[in-house]
């Protein structure tokens, strides 16, 4: 009976034991597999994700919000009298230290592509504790970017901007466009400030 006993132990018994502990590291073993990559195929992923992202840099910030403007017109005036590819006012650039006369703005279009970045930047010193508070954030239903931000100053001002952070103001020009369709068309471009 004993030599049965340790026949049907280690013949029968023992073999299902090690088959049932034999699965068990198996399961473990491809479990780690599976939540493991190695690096070069992480490397390759990434690569194609950042392939995939599409980049709006200064220069497309900068045509896109002139063809809004004037249709990237260097030599036009509308009806209220702002001028160039930027639909510039002769108060702000008189305000931005440019002394020029109106027919001297609108034949040089290296003037105007200052005038645009000076325009930035002064707009960004103005409006620098608002980008840094409410970047990323949602307001009145609408997505805050640094060039949203901008956009929107350019078209209203910048203290129109701050009372739309404050009161939820939302100015409009003379033609009836709305400061938040800046804030949105113009969102997600990265600057060169």
């Not at 030599?3 to 029968?12: D, E, L, P, S, V």
């Not at 034991?17 to 399961?27: D, E, G, L, P, Q």
């Not at 017109?73 to 209220?80: E, S």
């Not at 949602?138 to 952070?165: D, P, Q, Y």
């Amino acid at each position: 009976m004993k030599k049965f006993i340790a026949i049907f132990i280690y013949g029968i018994f023992l073999p299902l034991i090690m088959a049932f502990t034999t699965i068990k590291r198996t399961k473990r073993v491809e479990t780690i597999k599976i939540e493991t990559q190695p690096i070069a195929e992480i490397k390759n992923n990434l690569e194609i994700k950042v392939e995939e992202i599409e980049f709006k840099g200064h220069k497309a910030f900068l045509n896109d919000i002139g063809f809004r403007e004037s249709g990237n017109r260097y030599d036009i005036v509308n009806k209220f009298g702002y001028m160039g590819k930027y639909q510039f006012g002769k108060s702000t650039l008189k305000g931005l230290g440019f002394k020029v006369t109106q027919d001297e703005f609108l034949n040089s279009p290296y003037i105007q592509e200052k005038a645009m970045q000076a325009l930035l930047e002064h707009n960004h010193k103005k409006l620098k504790k608002q980008i840094q508070k409410y970047c990323g954030q949602t307001i009145n239903g609408v997505h805050i970017t640094e060039s949203g931000v901008l956009a929107a100053a350019h078209l209203a001002g910048a203290g129109n901007v701050r009372k739309f952070f404050r009161k939820g103001y939302g100015f409009k020009d003379g033609f009836g466009t709305k400061m938040t369709t800046y804030m949105e068309q113009f969102s997600g471009y990265y600057l060169d400030l």
